[in-house]
Each structure stands twice: as C-alpha cells, then as structure tokens.
C-alpha cells in the first residue's frame, strides 16, 4: 500500500487529471464534434505527418496514395485503443492511489495488478472484487464509463462510415456532370446545355459543398479519408468548383449563371477557410500559374461562347476571386500530398 501522502495525492490527482483529459476529448470528438479544442486532432495530424514523411520516398503516385488511404482508417482505430488504454491507466491509478483493496489479489500489489483490475473492470468482464466501499464506488463508476464509452464508439464508427460515403457518392455524381472536368470545359457546357443542366449541377454543387462544411468541421479526421479514385479527388473536386465559379463570375455576361456561381463560390471559400484553420495549417500567397501562352486560346474560346472575358477588368476580377481560395486550397494540397490540376484547365 502507499505511505507517503504525497505520493497518494500526487498519483490520485494524475489518474483524476487523465481521466478528466480522456473523457473530454472522447465526448467533444464523438458527443459534441464542434468543439474547439480536441487533443485527438492534434494526434491525427501528428500521426499524418509522420505517416506521409515515412511514404514519402515511394515514386509511384497511385501506389503512394494507396499507402497513405490506409491512415485515416487507421487512426481511428488508434485513436479509439488510445482511449480506452487511457481511461484503463487513469482508473488504475486512482486505485493505487486511494489504497483500493481487492480481495481477489495479493496483500501489498504492483501497479501492474490494478491496471489488469481496471481493465476487466472497463470492458465490464467482472473480475474485480473491492473490499471496501470507495473501491466498490470506483468499480461501479469505471464499469459505467466502460459501457457509455463502448456505446460511443458503436454509434462513433457508423456516422464517420456514412460521412465518408455520401462525400464519395457527392463527388461521383458531380463527376457525372461535370464533363470535361475542368473549368474552361464547365464553362463551355454550361452555355451551350439548357437551363436544366445549369440547375443540375448548382443544385448538386450547393449540397455537396453543405454535406462536406458539415461533416468535415463536425469531424475533421474525416479529412484524412482519401478518395476512392485519385483522380477523382474530393480536394481536385473542390477546386474544379472553385475555378469554375471564379471565371463564371469574372465573365459577368448572365446574370442568373453569375447569381449562381457566386452562392456556389462563397459556399466553397468559406469551406476551404474552414478546413485550413481546422488543420491548423498556414497558407502563402502564391497561386496556381496560368501560363500567358493560353490566353489567346482562352480568349479565341470565350468569344466563340459569347463570354466576355477578353477585357483588362475580367481578368484583375479573376486574378482577386482566385487571392482568395488559392493559398488555402494549395496548402491543403501540400498536406494531403494531392496533386491538383492547372488553373481551370485538364486534369
């Protein structure tokens, strides 16, 4: 048993602080996904950032993406074991601490023996046995927090599973619409189909862009997900809509187009904003090039589609519409290792 009371104290307020630490950061992740501060995600990032550096020496782009999809399944299970081996640590110390007795082991125990205590304890097997009252309270109250835990964690995985599918489902059918996918092609299309078209992909546009602001703030490891295809990126995605609204507004020549594209915009800048301060990330000032050499092709295909693009004022507006997503969205890129296409251009 212990002795020395500042060692009780010392080791009780450590198992209280670890616990008090665990459960907050299990329940804003899981309970209350908006919350501010998670010490989960500076984990997450951590862990990304030395999961990418490990595969980064790997040539092949496919073969590299594939090595990096495989994190962001993994750590939430990393995570998830974290928790628990953290709550099974805090409780343990908590015991020796407060001196618990168990009548099923020895007399004076190592610490070893109250975490296996606090273990079938947690996962609620039902070993432990303490003799006096305070141990019984604790068992009852780890046995407790073991089943709410567990019950988070079934409810945690299906939501994260959902969230990364209808993101998926959302990028295959803006894809579908989206042909050729890039922003001179939407162009094109979108003044030469019928309103329907138009309305289409604005409607589908705004509810992916919604779906996405949502579940990636409400759960940011959701970030780490990588697409299924590789070139069909939800971050190149992302900035297929960004350019496409940007040189939409630029043009100003339809009033219902440019009325469109500038919900869609402000939609997808203020989504880009949102997951650089979620990852906490620092974004530069430099922009994607758009060669000089493609102007006259960009102008000769404008005109061609009756888009006033040609003027000094259209391209000033274009060049300050992308200012504002471009730095954020190419940071995003550098940290997600995704390679993104040239300004409105292919693939």
């Not at 992740?29 to 990304?48: A, C, D």
């Not at 000033?316 to 940290?335: D, I, K, N, S």
């Amino acid at each position: 048993m212990m002795a020395n009371s500042t060692t009780v104290i010392l080791t009780t307020g450590a198992g209280i602080v670890l616990l008090g630490v665990t459960a907050w950061d299990a329940f804003s992740t899981i309970v209350l996904p908006h919350s501010s501060f998670r010490l989960s995600s500076f984990y997450v990032k951590l862990g990304w950032q030395l999961w990418k550096a490990l595969f980064s020496a790997v040539g092949n782009l496919h073969r590299r993406q594939s090595i990096l999809s495989v994190f962001g399944p993994l750590s939430i299970l990393l995570l998830l074991a974290w928790w628990a081996l953290s709550l099974v640590i805090g409780f343990a110390l908590l015991y020796l601490g407060l001196s618990v007795e168990f009548s099923n082991i020895e007399a004076r125990p190592e610490f070893t023996a109250f975490v296996y205590m606090s273990g079938t304890t947690l996962f609620t097997l039902g070993i432990a046995n303490a003799v006096d009252t305070l141990g019984r309270a604790l068992i009852v109250l780890e046995g407790g927090t073991g089943l709410v835990f567990f019950a988070m964690v079934i409810s945690y995985l299906p939501m994260i599973e959902q969230a990364y599918a209808e993101r998926e489902a959302g990028v295959r059918r803006l894809y579908a619409i989206m042909e050729p996918a890039c922003a001179f092609g939407m162009l094109q299309l979108m003044y030469s189909e019928e309103e329907s078209h138009e309305s289409r992909w604005h409607e589908k546009a705004l509810e992916w862009l919604s779906g996405l602001l949502q579940s990636h703030v409400a759960h940011p490891v959701l970030i780490y997900y990588n697409s299924q295809r590789t070139e069909q990126s939800w971050l190149v995605t992302l900035s297929i809509i960004l350019d496409f609204s940007a040189l939409m507004i630029a043009a100003n020549d339809h009033q219902r187009l440019v009325g469109w594209a500038r919900g869609v915009f402000s939609l997808a800048v203020e989504l880009t904003a949102t997951l650089v301060e979620t990852t906490n990330l620092t974004p530069g000032t430099a922009v994607r090039h758009l060669p000089e050499e493609h102007f006259p092709g960009l102008y000769e295909l404008t005109d061609q589609w009756g888009i006033g693009l040609r003027n000094d004022q259209s391209m000033a507006e274009l060049a300050a519409l992308r200012q504002r997503y471009e730095p954020g969205l190419l940071a995003l890129a550098q940290f997600l290792d995704v390679k993104l296409p040239a300004f409105g251009l292919e693939k």
